[in-house]
């Protein structure tokens, strides 16, 4: 395998680089379809090969060419599936010399001059070898007068030529482009088929190392063989044998020491669990993979209680998973819900923090004083509890849906920065059904909806929402709108593409003919205006615009406010009247 000079040292990920489709693991779906393909005499013009990085999507890409040039050992075989390796087409593609396969890394050529080069080069009949190939790595990475210049070559390429495609950005691909090529999606590496790929190499390469410290580099690699090679270099080089030294290089904390640290969090014990997090970030964790730990043990605990089949890792001791099945068994669902929330959004912010350890700490700390908070659930129950013993709190209707709000009365929307809400009067309330229970992981009303988008931060999307959707309908999982002048005509695709993603549900998103609502944006304007004509009308701004004649008035929705001036403007210390929410939480 190796394609290095007698005696240079080869890393592990390109001396056991697959030479062939039955040395490429974890593919056979597509290894089929090609397979079928060539025995068939059906070989496409183009092919796009895509998935994450490390996966083999290079490697792939060569193997197809040399099946496409291979003439076997005796020079006479045609394309194949299984290339002899002997003949000198095979040679000289392992060796990345022949002159008919054109390796272009896309990061590095973007533009259209080194596209028309290659372009050019297509017109003209291949120098040795059966066709001419185009290997084009990153092709995400073009530009797009780069794609269109493609686009005619690859709508009629000559019968000489074949393209092969690898993005780890399908997205990014021009449609056009994506439209004229044959697609394959290859996929990761299942942690079982990764550690006995590792196990047979380590072998080879007599090295001793434990399944369990394999196990931690399958898992760290995250399904992409390339990154797991790497790790097993590491890890052979600096001497690990076990579990323990894996950890130590990868910056891992011990699994029961994660659980000794979530337990300490789920009980509230802040002290505790800080004197065990900066236990571990001396013992060599990383504060970062720490954080991650939590986030993998929350998943695998709430897993666990859905599926404990589905929960299943083979890094984990049977002493371990007994201790998690307990921990399971006691957690609420809306615990583990609302701690892998808030450790997301700690894992967002440790770029921000002052240092990794801070931001651990600060996130440790969160944790443990929500830790004894009651869910919704458990509150409502309570002051359902207190209602019926005679209490202040109304217990609420068990069964009765809240009533709707009559057409004069004021309906809260969700304000374009997402930090703040507008009333506006809704003189034609649109049907709103309740979700079914199934579906109420969705966003209950199209409000909702806006709020996810503006939490996920897309502000495209958001902007194109509320600036161009007149809202006819909505349910949980299906919106009908109606766009409003100047709307994209593929607003309706994004926001079910995006919706979809979000919420691992598949959308429905229509455009009817109907009215429809006013856009949020221009609930927000009339809102304001409202605001702001009110405010003129009050005795002491109406004397302050007369005295200073050249004064602005600007209306400030409350949490645009810092805290200082939010309490100077307290409604206690105001002109307004108790019911205004000028100062309230729009």
């Given amino acids: 395998m190796s394609d290095q000079p007698n005696g240079a040292y080869q890393v592990l990920a390109r001396k056991y680089r697959p030479q062939d489709f039955t040395a490429l693991i974890g593919q056979e779906a597509m290894v089929r379809v090609l397979r079928n393909a060539f025995e068939r005499d059906r070989i496409h013009h183009a092919y796009v090969l895509t998935g994450v990085r490390g996966i083999g999507k290079t490697t792939t890409a060569r193997i197809i060419a040399k099946g496409l040039n291979c003439i076997g050992p005796d020079g006479s075989g045609g394309p194949t599936v299984e290339p002899c390796g002997v003949c000198e087409h095979c040679k000289a593609i392992l060796e990345?010399?022949?002159?008919?396969?054109?390796?272009?890394?896309?990061?590095?050529?973007?533009?259209?001059?080194?596209?028309?080069?290659?372009?050019?080069?297509?017109?003209?009949?291949?120098?040795?070898?059966?066709?001419?190939?185009?290997?084009?790595?990153?092709?995400?990475?073009?530009?797009?007068?780069?794609?269109?210049?493609?686009?005619?070559?690859?709508?009629?390429?000559?019968?000489?030529?074949?393209?092969?495609?690898?993005?780890?950005?399908?997205?990014?691909?021009?449609?056009?482009?994506?439209?004229?090529?044959?697609?394959?999606?290859?996929?990761?590496?299942?942690?079982?088929?990764?550690?006995?790929?590792?196990?047979?190499?380590?072998?080879?390469?007599?090295?001793?190392?434990?399944?369990?410290?394999?196990?931690?580099?399958?898992?760290?690699?995250?399904?992409?063989?390339?990154?797991?090679?790497?790790?097993?270099?590491?890890?052979?080089?600096?001497?690990?044998?076990?579990?323990?030294?894996?950890?130590?290089?990868?910056?891992?904390?011990?699994?029961?020491?994660?659980?000794?640290?979530?337990?300490?969090?789920?009980?509230g014990e802040a002290k505790a669990a800080l004197e065990e997090l900066r236990d571990q970030h001396r013992s060599g964790a990383d504060p970062e993979a720490t954080l991650r730990d939590l986030a993998e043990t929350t998943h695998w605990l709430s897993t666990l209680k859905i599926s404990p089949d589905l929960a299943s890792d083979l890094t984990l001791g049977a002493e371990t998973a007994a201790r998690g099945a307990e921990m399971a068994s006691r957690l609420g669902m809306r615990v583990l819900a609302r701690t892998w929330q808030m450790l997301l959004k700690a894992l967002e912010e440790l770029a921000r923090a002052p240092s990794a350890i801070m931001a651990a700490e600060m996130t440790v700390i969160r944790l443990c004083a929500v830790a004894d908070l009651p869910t919704p659930d458990e509150l409502v129950r309570k002051l359902t509890e207190e209602g019926a013993s005679g209490g202040t709190a109304p217990a609420p209707a068990a069964d009765k849906p809240p009533p709707a709000p009559p057409a004069s009365k004021a309906r809260l929307s969700v304000a374009a920065t997402g930090t703040a809400a507008v009333a506006h009067p809704d003189p034609a309330p649109v049907t709103r059904a309740e979700a079914s229970p199934d579906l109420s992981h969705l966003p209950q009303s199209f409000d909702a909806v806006v709020a996810l988008i503006s939490e996920r931060k897309d502000g495209e999307l958001l902007y194109d929402v509320e600036t161009g959707v007149r809202l006819i309908s909505y349910t949980p999982g299906h919106i009908q709108f109606r766009p409003a002048t100047g709307a994209r005509e593929d607003l309706s695709g994004r926001l079910l593409q995006a919706l979809s993603k979000w919420t691992d549900h598949r959308w429905i998103v229509t455009v009817g003919d109907a009215e429809g609502e006013p856009t949020v944006s221009e609930m927000r304007s009339e809102r304001m205006q409202s605001l702001e004509q009110r405010v003129r009308k009050n005795p002491l701004v109406a004397a302050g615009l007369a005295v200073f004649k050249d004064a602005e008035l600007r209306v400030i929705p409350r949490k645009r406010l810092s805290a200082e001036e939010s309490d100077a403007l307290s409604p206690d210390d105001g002109p307004f009247d108790d019911d205004d929410d000028l100062f309230g939480e729009d």
Avoid at 212 to 217: F, H, Q, S
Avoid at 218 to 231: F, K, M
């Fill in 96 to 267: 990345s010399r022949h002159v008919d396969v054109i390796e272009m890394d896309a990061a590095s050529n973007t533009g259209i001059d080194d596209v028309r080069e290659v372009i050019e080069a297509a017109k003209y009949r291949p120098a040795m070898a059966r066709y001419k190939v185009f290997i084009i790595d990153e092709t995400h990475m073009l530009s797009k007068q780069a794609f269109n210049g493609l686009l005619k070559t690859l709508e009629e390429p000559p019968e000489h030529v074949k393209f092969l495609f690898a993005t780890t950005e399908i997205r990014k691909m021009p449609v056009t482009v994506l439209s004229r090529c044959q697609r394959f999606d290859l996929r990761r590496i299942e942690p079982e088929r990764l550690i006995a790929h590792l196990v047979e190499i380590t072998k080879a390469e007599g090295a001793e190392i434990d399944e369990e410290a394999l196990a931690l580099i399958a898992r760290a690699a995250e399904g992409s063989v390339r990154d797991s090679l790497s790790l097993l270099d590491q890890a052979i080089a600096d001497g690990g044998t076990d579990a323990a030294a894996i950890r130590a290089m990868l910056g891992l904390a011990d699994r029961g020491r994660v659980l000794d640290l979530f337990d300490l969090i789920m009980r």
